[in-house]
């Protein structure tokens, strides 16, 4: 089992930054990739960026490419999202997941997920 909690959300104006956080416990944090995904209200999740176990290879959404970064602290078993040149279209729930065993942009390879941290951005 892994118990995820993202932090970080709130309110911010366009062109504004964010971090977001997910903290895990439970099973070794190292042993999975981590995603960020987010559902806007009336959407579907969707992919937003996901992090190999050892943080070296990094995968982004075309909508979020050169803005966000995914990064992970193995020994703080945490992944971020840094968020940057926000926009009003990536407001939306953002959730954090982990795949024990793969490394994959679709929603149904995640095996945990947080509750989800609300990011809404102002135009």
């Known amino acids: 089992q892994v118990q995820l909690v993202e932090s970080g959300g709130g309110l911010v104006q366009a062109g504004g930054s964010l971090r977001l956080s997910c903290a895990a416990s439970?099973?070794?944090?190292?042993?999975?990739?981590m995603g960020w995904f987010r559902q806007a209200p009336g959407k579907e999740r969707e992919f937003v960026a996901v992090i190999g176990r050892s943080g070296f290879s990094t995968q982004y959404a075309d909508s979020v490419k050169g803005r966000f970064t995914i990064s992970r602290d193995n020994g703080k078993n945490t992944v971020y999202l840094q968020m940057n040149s926000l926009k009003s279209e990536d407001t939306a729930v953002y959730y954090c997941?982990?795949?024990?065993?793969?490394?994959?942009?679709?929603?149904?390879?995640?095996?945990?997920w947080g509750q989800g941290t609300q990011v809404t951005v102002s135009s």
């Open positions: 439970g099973r070794s944090f190292s042993d999975c990739a």
């Open positions: 997941a982990a795949d024990v065993t793969g490394w994959s942009r679709s929603t149904s390879a995640y095996d945990y």
